[in-house]
């Protein structure tokens, strides 16, 4: 009854607000609140919801994909489409009721508050006491967003153009370097989020016409890995007179970044004095007094701020100064315009036509439900090649956790393993498993109109309707299969009928874009950034930190100290364990040349 009083802790009555804006006042057993803490330590899976879909699942695995795609009216209600994306869901394993009952799971977690929270600055992230607010990074100059009480939306945009003004300084040759030449090259030295994300918005551009167009005669490369390879393969045919070097590090701390920025001011300087660094080297980080301690001047250190996490990084300086330089400010920021056009319906759209929610609450369903561990991320486009390794970052960074937010270890596996390769590269590779082996539900992302179309003369379709055949055709393929039956009809013979039969019953989802320049390539990130917050918020962990990327460095720091003990004073190894000890031991016998550490030693390119 309406009129239980809501302050007692033992019988709670929850108020939500359905995706359909109906208030609604619902009794959702919860296991008594632990003390005050900043969130409630429930459990999603105590929900009568999440039981309630537990329950559901039974019934839906009686169904075949087969027989809910015959469905015109579910397939029909199964589709959404927002500034020029169509999603098509139908292949899900999902009735109509199971999305109602998803509806219902997200109020039992307070999605919709949650999204709130994140968008009005609250501090999210308790486990540091931060703001989460990368969709400050491409709000509109007007917009006003606060973290702490401060708008954050100026700040943002004093950066911004900071950026226009160097970049085009830089690319007009008014800007040169130690000798006099203007700086056509960038190397971006930066690793995880710092990497991955403008990675992948680079590719992307590529071979966009326009971006193209901005970027003749420039090169972008990037440097991340700590092995000295990747070193040598990004210098390799660059000249230090005309490369600019960008360091990407929020703290200026990062091991691997640091020794590569070390090493990098070792190549200008031997080729140009060390006066030059100051010409050649600009850095994107938070710490001005190690910027400054290192050799770059201040000045051209751009800012980011706490509530910036690495992989959401991709919006703020760190993608945004190197993607300028490339390609000019104007292009960059059709793609901040994308990404905001999704921060707005993600925000402001009821639950039934919200893409990320959507996307968000069917991954949950998989994961949780189906307990499918694994997602394909299938697009059909070269130019989205770098953008599953983006994913795989945002997402099993994000959610690959084992205890909810408020600490409780999770009794449900939480987050998904994320792999993926453009079509139709995938289909002949991995897609084998994928359709006779496990089940691995699959994001297939089409593109409506090529960058770069092709049509030869004689052939039956251009090369782009080519490649888009196989991504209208293989969602089918996964979700009917091919019975024994069929296989009869064609005559195939008996003993080849069990291998040529093929399951189906596999969802997959369809993403239409209408073509991949700027602005929709930030519309993908947006879109993909918030299924992954949704998913979080649902499971109710921390998406926003990342403590089991320490333990590995902490190690090797220990390891480092033992190298070094080792070859300068032939120190013995001790404090590993057997396998660590002799397996450093042999490392250190067939690498003898103690004598090399004299001196320095760049890549012999
Ligand atoms: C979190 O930060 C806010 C302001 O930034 C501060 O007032 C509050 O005391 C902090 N809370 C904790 C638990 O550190
Ligand atoms: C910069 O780094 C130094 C050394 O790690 C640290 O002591 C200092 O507090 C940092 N400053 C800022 C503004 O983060
Ligand atoms: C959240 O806090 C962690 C530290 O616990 C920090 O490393 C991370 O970048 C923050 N995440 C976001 C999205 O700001
Ligand atoms: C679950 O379903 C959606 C739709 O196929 C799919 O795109 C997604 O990859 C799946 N999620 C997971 C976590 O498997
Ligand atoms: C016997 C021994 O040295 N064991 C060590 C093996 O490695 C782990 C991880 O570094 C240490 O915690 C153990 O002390």
New binding site residues.
Partial sequence: MVTDSIDSLNTPVVFYIDPFRRIQISRIPVPERKSNSMASSTLISDTEPWKDLKGHVEEIKQTHLRDLMDDSTRCKSMTVEFDGILLDYSRQRIDQDTREKLFRLAEAARLKQKIDNMYSGEHI?I??N???L?VALRAPRDKVICSDGKNVVPDVWKVLDKISEFSERVRSGSWVGATGKALKDVIAVGIGGSFLGPLFVHAALQTDPEAMECARARQLRFLANVDPVDVARSITGLNPETTLVIVVS?TFTTAETMLNARTLREWISTALGPQAVAKHMVAVSTNLTLVEKFGIDPNNAFAFW???????SVCSAVGVLPLSLQYGFSVVHKFLKGAASIDDHFHSTPFEKNIPVLLGLLSVWNVSFFGYPARAILPYSQALEKFAPHIQQVSMESNGKGVSIDGVPLPFEAGEIDFGEPGTNGQHSFYQLIHQGRVIPCDFIGVVKSQQPVYLKGEMVSNHDELMSNFFAQPDALAYGKTPEQLLRENVPNHLIPHKTFPGNRPSLSLLLPSLNAYNIGQLLAIYEHRIAVEGFIWGI?S????GVELGKSLASQVRKQLHLSRAKGEPVEGFNFSTTTLITKYLEAQSGISSYESTHLPKI
């Fill in positions: 992230n486990t540091e931060r703001s989460v990368h929020k706490d509530w910036v996490g690495g992989r959401y921390n926003f930190d990342q403590w």
